[in-house]
């Protein structure tokens, strides 16, 4: 069973500060991997997707990828109380023709002022 | 905003009903996929469709069951309603499951 994992948190900064999200997988040939924010009540929304080792930065937020490690982090940049919300992590299965994501458990955010 | 839509927002069954969800996509979105999400866990997958076939299926029971329809429009269906099936079912919608979008999700509450 292909696993992603990731602290439940919660994680709690401060405002203006850096927070650092990891997230672990279990399949070395996965190659495509998401990060969702969702706020309580809400559905998940897309922030960014990375497929290459390395960093990629989109505004405040950086997807950073590690497939020797098979590790997954995203950072934000100073932080604001908005940024309070569950952020999930998806790795994208090909199996038989079809995609799936698989999610982690998600890890709550507490942006505080 | 994704462009996916879906209805209702809120429902209540009792044990042993039947449910049917809808979802309706963005032009241009060939596929759809439909997830379940417990309270307090990430989104599980249920199955997959793509230019109105089913093409992949996670770990759920025939009784769940969908179809997609050529105005990108989608339905999730399930029969036998038991307690765990309550949770928030979410559509995803995207071109060739490139990327997939979420909508606003559907809250089931079964009693």
């Known amino acids: 069973q292909k696993e992603v994992e990731q602290n439940s948190g919660p994680l709690s900064v401060p405002e203006g500060a850096i927070a650092s999200l990891n997230c672990t997988y279990s399949?070395?040939?996965?190659?495509?991997f998401f990060w969702y924010r969702q706020y309580s009540g809400k559905s998940p929304e897309l922030i960014m997707f990375?497929?290459?080792?390395g960093d990629k930065e989109d505004g405040r937020f950086t997807a950073q990828l590690n497939k020797a490690s098979q590790y997954v982090s995203l950072l934000i940049r100073d932080s604001q109380p908005s940024d309070s919300a569950t952020y999930l992590c998806a790795v994208k299965e090909v199996s038989g023709g079809y995609n799936k994501l698989i999610f982690g458990a998600g890890t709550r955010l507490a942006v505080h002022p | 905003e994704t462009g996916v839509t879906q209805s209702p927002t809120h429902l209540i069954k009792t044990r042993g009903q039947q449910v049917t969800l809808r979802c309706s996509s963005q032009s241009g979105h060939n596929t759809v996929s439909w997830y379940q999400q417990a309270l307090g866990q990430g989104p599980q997958f249920i199955f997959q469709?793509?230019?109105?076939?089913?093409?992949g299926r996670g770990n759920f029971p025939p009784r769940f069951s969908g179809l997609q329809f050529p105005n990108y429009s989608s339905e999730l269906n399930v029969n036998a309603l038991e307690l765990d099936d309550s949770a928030l079912y979410l559509c995803a919608s995207g071109r060739d499951a490139y990327e997939q979008y979420f909508g606003p999700g559907t809250r089931l509450t079964v009693t």
């Open positions: 990375i497929y290459s080792n």
């Open positions: 469709y793509y230019r109105e076939e089913e093409n």
């Open positions: 399949d070395r040939g996965s190659q495509s």
